[in-house]
Antibody, heavy 122, light 111 residues
């Protein structure tokens, strides 16, 4: 059974960089056919797709966040990471990592991590 | 930044049928991109409920069904149960944003 687990700092100061890692177990991040994704949810609000990375290293980002986001992959550790620069209070959210099969152009997210709450505050 | 619109809330009595709508535009659902649905129970991560408009992952009861028409999609829950009380989100692809988009979410309340 595939499992994803987010880890990282739960408190980030304004203007600094948010960093999270998603560890993958029960499957290989090097497998063909999956996008490894980040999604966030502000408290009490809806879901926002942040971006994804393929095992080759190719990425796609939400245009509204693209200038501040980097998603990277560490195949040796079977994990992928999110960096969000110049954060503000508006970036306070529950951050989820998820897997998306690439079988269709409208990829869906079939496995999710439990989420990591990141608060931006001084 | 949700570009897919859902009603904020829907309610029904146990055993009833409820329908949740998801309205998009010509750059997402109207462009024939598939719609997917997620159920989010309180305090948990979203769970895939329907993929590819009307397909259920293994383990999802057949009480849940999806459809797509024009620039909208729907999720139907028949035989509503107390355990169905949750938030439901639709999701698709938007070619003007070149990325995945989610709906605003609907809270289902079982009366």
């Amino acid at each position: 059974q595939l499992k994803l687990q987010e880890s990282g700092s739960g408190l980030v100061k304004p203007s600094q960089t948010l960093s999270l890692t998603c560890g993958v177990s029960g499957g290989s991040i090097n497998s063909d056919g999956y996008y490894w994704s980040w999604i966030r949810q502000p408290p009490g609000k809806g879901l926002e797709w942040i971006g994804y990375i393929y095992h080759s290293g190719s990425t796609s980002y939400n245009p509204s966040l693209k200038s501040r986001v980097t998603i990277s992959i560490d195949r040796s550790k079977n994990q992928f990471s999110l960096q969000l620069r110049s954060v503000t209070a508006a970036d306070t959210a529950l951050y989820y990592c998820a897997r998306a099969p690439t079988t269709t152009d409208t990829y869906y997210f079939d496995y999710w991590g439990p989420g990591a709450l990141v608060t931006v505050s001084s | 930044q949700s570009v897919l619109t859902q009603p904020p809330s829907v309610s029904g009595a146990p055993g009833q049928r409820v329908t949740l709508s998801c309205t998009g535009s010509s750059s997402n659902i109207g462009a024939s991109y598939d719609v997917h649905w997620y159920q989010q129970l309180p305090g948990t991560a979203p769970k895939l409920l329907i993929y590819g408009n009307n397909n259920r992952p293994s383990g999802v009861p057949d009480r849940f069904s999806g459809s797509r028409s024009g620039t909208s999609a729907s999720l139907a829950i028949t035989g509503l149960q107390a355990e169905d009380e949750a938030d439901y989100f639709c999701q698709s692809y938007d070619n003007s944003l070149s990325g995945s988009v989610f709906g605003t979410g609907t809270k289902v309340t079982v009366l």
